[in-house]
């Protein structure tokens, strides 16, 4: 079976636009070749800063052959029809097709199509263009003299040359002929830019790899990270430090270089004063280094950082590496100047003092000075919103009430939401915005702050993901949740909603944060009640807007408990949509699980299931239910025993879930297990006393009301 090799190759392509481009090209490929007849065994991509490269192995040479027929109209069908089954069959005219004829239906139309099946060169010459010229790059460009007319190319970056091959191993591969643009496909490619730029000529993929490989190219992006990261330790150990891994920089720096050289660089032991934060981001940022620490120092940092260089230099790399240290210390120079700078007194002290009287501030800290401007200068949160000032008094109050119901000392709380955006106005957040809050927590510290109070300055933004850690200490949680309720009564309230796959403002996370705060804090609170504080500061949030938030949690617990592995039918069961204690609602989902899973909980969920279908069944036939159960009817002893169990189960289960003992209720219902089963073996609901089947339907009825007090049994699967 013959294989296929194919590579675009490029000025340098965006690092971060690699690694799905080359998937984007196996995908688009590989469809169109199965849409086209072809099949094939196996295809995989690889990627370089200059190239994209497409191996698939085992590729039909050729087409089949296609015969089949289309049934068309019926002779005598009108015209438009007849129309419509020759655009449908690609035929001229009527005269093309067959007359078949069906003993039932009469005469009608049928197109015999045969299509010869067709090389697998000349589909994969037509594809090709096609594919390229409409490849979906985020961005893209156009360049030379062609560039001017119309329709002309557009690549993410220049594209130099097309390399496509096609052949078995037994045979010479050919090269499948196509042009775009000016630029000819061939068997041909070019080595690293500096240390092997000549002509490569090319058969197959295995040969292609190990002569680029002779050529300075490593072209599997996994087997460079490999290189990168092992020679990275390799030289931090030897230079007794730790390399300080980052996967998100290992996977962009593999896209800067073809063939990865590890050098290590230094800096001034001065800057060591800075936050390891900051040095890190500084570095990464500005020089895609990692850094590297002391070995066994935990967060300590060194003075020596790990560079990957695209080339072999003659002196062993020390120019290079003494030339990225001259970039780094100057960027680290203005780290160390912003630190500094965060630390002393604002120029316009003078200014904030109107805003520091506002929330209590101390204009000595500077910390407060940096909450005193940021509401002095009027910085905008949401134009419907208000401004961050409005937005900080919004969450001071909120956490201030919150905090006795989640243990936090509530002028801890209060103090820790004034400064909980502050350090938005520093200048290292300015420089790195994904340090809010770190440093806010660092600069709190530094003025004395309580422990619990810069904590929670970090710790409000969190959780921001799934797989991100959930706020324990009391102060941090009430921040937190005023924080994301705030933002979410606020978003509803101006009528600002998540919409499809749309949320501009992150509200889907600020929910399922709030979610994962409570459940795993294990803190009981009623949702409507915090809707109701939240929204008292805003005009317009109704107890239409309240319900509506609501069921928005209700959907992010679900998927939150869904991914705890939860099944959605007990979620489904115990949510209602008054349902407003999330803690409540895993609690009972956790006990509901449970008693499922015995045998007293299977049979009665089957007893229940029955009672219910009887139960709608009759009232869709509108039979009478007598209002409540009169034992004076009973006629079976099975009737008696059933009516005794459900008064007894409703009552215990009742007080239980009273205590929020949800496993003590389940244990109250499954009392019910065996009368329930006698009642169905021996009593047949449907009398033909009016007034007993009645009163057995009410009993019915009994049956779904205590059960219904854990759950609604019958959106139980099973």
Not at 96 to 121: C, L, N, Q, T
Not at 506 to 530: D, K, Y
Request: proline share 5%; with cysteine.
């Amino acid at each position: 079976m013959p294989d296929l090799l194919l590579e675009l190759r490029s000025e340098e392509i965006p690092a971060r636009m690699q690694r799905k481009a080359a998937g984007d090209l196996r995908k688009m490929l590989t469809d169109g070749l199965v849409e086209a007849g072809l099949t094939y065994e196996a295809a995989r991509e690889y990627w370089t800063p200059r190239r994209l490269a497409l191996d698939i192995r085992g590729l039909t040479a050729r087409s089949k052959d296609i015969s089949e027929e289309i049934k068309g109209p019926s002779t005598t069908a009108p015209e438009q029809a007849v129309q419509g089954f020759l655009r449908k069959a690609g035929l001229s005219s009527i005269a093309e097709a067959h007359v078949h004829s069906d003993p039932k239906k009469g005469d009608f139309y049928v197109a015999h199509i045969s299509k010869p099946g067709r090389a697998a060169e000349e589909i994969i010459a037509e594809l090709v263009p096609g594919i390229i010229r409409n490849f979906p790059w985020p961005k893209s460009m156009r360049w030379g003299p062609a560039s001017a007319k119309p329709g002309s190319l557009r690549w993410v970056r220049p594209l130099q040359s097309i390399l496509c091959t096609f052949g078995p191993e037994t045979e010479e591969p050919v090269v499948v002929d196509f042009e775009i643009d000016g630029i000819r496909s061939g068997n041909t490619t070019y080595g690293h830019r500096f240390l092997a730029p000549g002509e490569i000529t090319v058969r197959r993929f295995d040969d292609y790899v190990s002569k680029l490989e002779a050529a300075k190219v490593v072209l599997d992006a996994d087997r460079r990270k490999e290189i990168i990261l092992a020679d990275a330790r390799n030289l931090a150990f030897a230079n007794g430090l730790d390399l300080v891994e980052d996967d998100g920089l290992l996977e962009e720096v593999s896209g800067l270089v073809e063939w990865p050289v590890v050098l290590m660089g230094e800096f001034e032991e001065a800057f060591l004063a800075i936050p390891a934060e900051v040095i890190r981001l500084t570095i990464r940022a500005n020089q895609k280094c990692f850094v590297t620490r002391p070995q066994g120092e935990g967060e300590t940092l060194s003075n020596r950082f790990i560079l990957t260089s695209n080339i072999e230099a003659r002196d062993g790399g020390k120019e290079i590496a003494h030339g990225n240290g001259k970039v780094v210390r100057a960027r680290l120079s203005d780290a160390l100047y912003f630190w500094t700078t965060d630390q002393g007194d604002l120029p316009d002290l003078g200014q904030l003092e109107a805003s520091a009287k506002k929330f209590g501030l101390d204009l000595k800290k500077p910390l407060d000075q940096r909450m005193a401007r940021l509401d002095h200068l009027g910085v905008t949160f949401h134009a419907k919103l208000g401004t961050q000032g409005e937005r900080v008094e919004r969450i001071q109050r909120l956490a201030g009430e919150l905090a006795p119901n989640v243990g936090a000392e509530p002028a801890l709380a209060a103090r820790a939401a004034v400064l909980a955006k502050a350090d938005l106005t520093t200048e290292v957040v300015g420089e790195f915005p994904e340090l809010q809050g770190a440093m806010g927590r660092k600069y709190a510290l530094l003025q004395g702050e309580h422990p619990s109070v810069a904590a929670a300055i970090e710790e409000h933004y969190k959780p921001q993901g799934p797989s991100d850690y959930v706020p324990s200490d009391p102060v941090s949680v009430a921040v937190a949740l005023a924080d994301k309720l705030d933002t979410l009564v606020g978003f509803w309230a101006i009528d600002e909603k998540p919409t499809g796959s749309k949320d501009p403002y992150a509200l889907r996370r600020a929910a399922l944060g709030v979610v994962r705060i409570l459940v795993e804090n294990r803190i009981q609170l009623r949702l409507t009640s915090l809707f109701a504080k939240a929204g008292a500061r805003y005009a317009g949030g109704g107890v239409e807007q309240i319900r509506d938030l609501l069921a928005f949690f209700h959907d992010r617990l679900k998927v939150y408990l869904r991914d705890q592995g939860a099944r959605h039918d007990l979620i489904d069961a115990v949510i209602t949509p008054q349902s407003d204690d999330l803690l409540q609602i895993v609690r009972r989902v956790e006990a509901l699980g449970s008693f499922l899973d015995t045998e007293d909980g299977k049979n009665l969920l089957a007893g229940t299931k029955r009672a219910a279908n009887i139960l709608a069944a009759e009232e869709k036939k509108k039979t009478a239910v007598a209002e409540a159960v009169e034992p004076a009817l009973f006629k079976e002893n099975a009737e008696k025993s059933l009516f005794a169990a459900v008064n007894q189960a409703e009552k215990q289960a009742g007080e239980a879930i009273q205590n929020e003992d949800f496993s003590a209720a389940m244990l109250a219902l499954s009392a019910l297990r065996e009368p329930v089963d006698s009642f169905f073996e021996g009593v047949l609901v449907n009398d033909e006393d009016l007034a007993v089947r009645a009163n057995r339907l009410a009993l019915l009825t009994r049956i779904r009301a205590a059960t219904g007090q854990v759950a609604d049994f019958s959106k139980i699967a099973g």
